[in-house]
């Protein structure tokens, strides 16, 4: 996961930083390799380095695809219907896409 902060009202410098992954173990949280896992339907926990911001920010996040199968692998564990709701409107929206790209693609 990438974190981009922008200044709200006024932009003198836009921070970048990645967020690593990390796991808890005995009460402590400990940094390792690879992206963000999702511990819950709806939290994930990282680390940031380097970061010293005062004000209001925008933030954009940017995912990486595993980081969002990990999101929707730990939904499923939590709640499997809203996980089945949210998947039939992500297939049946990825299916119109497709047959709205493959009709312009042929006009």
Same mark, same amino acid.
């Not at 006024?10 to 990645?18: K, P």
């Not at 963000?36 to 954009?60: I, Q, R, T, Y």
């Given at each position: 996961? *990438?974190?981009?902060?922008?200044?709200?009202?006024?932009?003198?410098?836009?921070?970048?930083?990645?967020?690593? *992954?990390?796991?808890? *173990?005995?009460?402590?949280?400990?940094?390792?390799?690879?992206?963000?896992?999702?511990?819950?339907?709806?939290?994930?926990?990282? *680390?940031?380095?380097?970061?010293? @911001?005062?004000?209001?920010?925008?933030?954009?996040?940017?995912?990486?695809?595993?980081? @969002?199968?990990?999101?929707?692998?730990?939904?499923?564990?939590?709640?499997?219907?809203?996980?089945?709701? @949210?998947?039939?409107?992500?297939?049946?929206?990825?299916?119109?896409?497709?047959?709205?790209?493959?009709?312009?693609?042929?006009?």
């Amino acid at each position: 996961m *990438k974190l981009q902060f922008r200044g709200w009202n006024r932009e003198v410098t836009v921070h970048q930083h990645d967020v690593a *992954k990390v796991v808890r *173990k005995g009460g402590l949280y400990h940094e390792q390799k690879g992206v963000v896992e999702w511990h819950g339907p709806m939290s994930a926990s990282g *680390k940031v380095e380097k970061l010293s @911001l005062n004000g209001a920010f925008l933030v954009d996040f940017t995912f990486e695809e595993e980081e @969002l199968r990990n999101w929707l692998k730990a939904l499923v564990e939590a709640d499997p219907a809203a996980a089945l709701r @949210l998947s039939s409107e992500a297939q049946a929206a990825a299916i119109i896409a497709l047959s709205t790209a493959t009709v312009k693609a042929v006009s």
